[in-house]
């Protein structure tokens, strides 16, 4: 069973020969180098060149701006093939349908023409800084400050959990402009990391799973930022912004969590047909069809609410509240799915050599980046 066998009604001729072509690209030429970037704890520089080059990345921004023309179907179709192909250490959804969306959507023509056609080449790495220490979800405790002077922001504060924090060299710094002013002080700033002095990059996190994915603690100590770089050229917008952006990517994770749900069925049906116990497959015993049955169900439960969610998103009709369950229901499923995989696989399951142990891994902080699945529940109940 694979990925291709669920047709997706929101999914276009186009997504589909996207979707085919970057998970033979994938397969061929990423997933042979995937066991090296676990060990460095990192994706090469040179990967996201090649990304690049194939048309991998901002493949939902406009052509004027380098990017592929497409729409969010052409990101999404892109999860799905990196999910097919086992492929865990990329973060352009993040770069693709996250950053460049920002700028796209909020910033000024002068900063779409600047960023948006390096990050299609992969010039630019781009990463989004918003989780400080002791703040986790609450966006408005955050603590990094930016004081203007003159023609820049001194930017000081830290960030911690960046996903591409090891390799970004754009980064939107969610921040206060204003300390006295709640959320109506947040704003967005994006720092140029090559140029920028008092910038480090702390730790490398050694994280459980997603070996493969740099995530990073940030530090920005008395950096100089131009104001031509703050987000919309206009402060206090940084809460909106953030909050504008955010179902889609919630629904980045959940597109996540059925691409790896489909794969850890993938997997495990084909071990229990292939793996043999008292005389016969484990696919032969009562237990293990009732198991895989189950599971089969909430991966179409999942699969049907994320494509439906997919085409009321590509509507614009996707709100805030719907967003947040889908995220929370989808990606509890993922573990719950990817855990009864990994018990049929027996202590096998539990060796990081077999892609389901790496799976099972890799899907806990589904449930905890993007808004952890309380707050998820948490906001979804205020519209009830």
Known sequence: MAIQNFPAGWMSDEHRMLQESATRFFREQW???????????MM???????????GFLCASMPEAYGGGGGDFGHEAALILAQGEAGISGFGGSVHSGIVAPYILHCGTEQQKQRWLPRLATGELIGAIAMTEPGTGSD?????TLAIREG?????????????????????????KTDKEQGAQG????L??????GGFR????LDKIGLEAQDTSELFFDDVLVPSD????GQEGLGFYQMMQELPQERLIVAMAGIAAMELAMQVTLAYTKERKAFGKPIFAFQNTRFRLAECQALLLASRALADAAMAAHLRGELGVDRAALIKYWITDNQCKLIDECLQLFGGYGYMKEYPIARLWADARVQRIYGGTNEIMKELASRFL
């Open 31 to 41: 997933a042979p180098r995937e066991a090296a970037w676990r060990e460095a704890g």
């Open 44 to 54: 090469d520089r040179g990967a996201w060149r090649e990304a690049g080059d194939n």
């Open 139 to 143: 966006l408005q405790g955050l603590r």
């Open 151 to 175: 023609d820049s922001y001194r930017l000081n504060g830290s960030k911690t959990f960046i996903t591409n924090g090891q390799l970004a060299n754009l980064i939107v710094v969610a921040c």
């Open 186 to 189: 947040i704003s967005l700033l």
């Open 191 to 196: 720092v140029e990391t090559d140029a920028a």
């Open 201 to 204: 990059r702390g730790r490398n």
């Open 229 to 232: 770089n703050l987000l919309g």
